[in-house]
């Protein structure tokens, strides 16, 4: 089975401390993604990746940054919490889609829980 | 990038079918539609996908009209345990990026 780890279920950190979110993904997938997830608004794209070193922004990157540094390891970080960034985090990874349109198939990580005071 | 709407929320009874509809009227040509099911506390996970007509899997069926604006999920006989939200995604073919939409919250009553 294909599984997505996420570092930490939950994190509690103050306004203006660095956060880092990491992500281990063990199928050799090229892409990876980070999400957020807030009641009434659904899950929203923060960065994806579709190979090392290479990252794309999503809908809502203000206030983050992405690292993949190894294929298996996709880090979100926070460079300086703040309040409007407590939410649910999700990520997924998948294989290359099998055409133009094809998202493929995402598998998720059990999310990290992010309060931020 | 083709947008999806669904209805925000549904209620049925254990053992019917429920139905949920999403709508993307600027579906691209090539853009397959993918739905996604969401437990409380977990990540999503993909129920099925499809390009044109009826595809069925164990889980669901997925019906698509030939004009391809609208896709329905069918949910045969569900149990309690098919509460969770249900997301519906259409593939983009501008920028790879997958993009989910506010989903479906499907509530099944004993």
């Known amino acids: 089975d294909v599984k997505v780890t996420q570092s930490s279920r939950y994190l509690v950190k103050r306004t203006g401390e660095k956060v880092f979110l990491e992500c281990v993904q063990d199928m050799d997938h090229e892409n990876m993604f980070w999400y957020r997830q807030d009641p009434g608004l659904g899950l929203r794209l923060i960065y994806f990746?579709?190979?090392?070193?290479?990252?794309e922004k999503g809908d809502i990157p203000e206030g983050y940054s992405v690292s993949r540094e190894k294929k298996e390891r996709f880090s979100l970080i926070l460079e300086s919490a703040s309040t409007n960034q407590t939410s649910m985090y999700l990520c997924?990874?998948?294989?290359?889609?099998?055409?133009?349109?094809?998202?493929?198939?995402?598998?998720f990580g059990e999310g990290s829980r992010l309060t931020v005071l | 990038l083709a947008k999806t709407t669904q209805p925000i929320s549904m209620d049925s009874y254990e053992g019917q079918e429920v139905n949920i509809t999403c709508s993307h009227n600027n579906i691209a040509t090539n853009d397959y539609i993918t739905w996604y099911q969401q437990f409380p506390s977990q990540g999503p996970r993909f129920i099925i996908q499809?390009?044109?007509t009826k595809v069925t899997n164990e889980v669901a069926s997925l019906f698509i009209p030939a004009d391809r604006k609208s896709s329905t999920l069918s949910l045969p006989r569900v149990s309690l345990s098919d509460t969770a939200v249900y997301y519906c995604?259409?593939?983009?073919?501008?920028?790879?990026?997958?993009?989910f939409g506010k989903g479906t919250r499907l509530h099944i009553l004993p």
């Open positions: 990746s579709y190979d090392v070193k290479m990252k």
């Open positions: 995604l259409v593939g983009d073919m501008g920028d790879d990026k997958i993009i």
């Open positions: 997924a990874s998948s294989t290359v889609a099998g055409g133009p349109g094809d998202t493929g198939e995402l598998f």
């Open positions: 499809g390009y044109k």
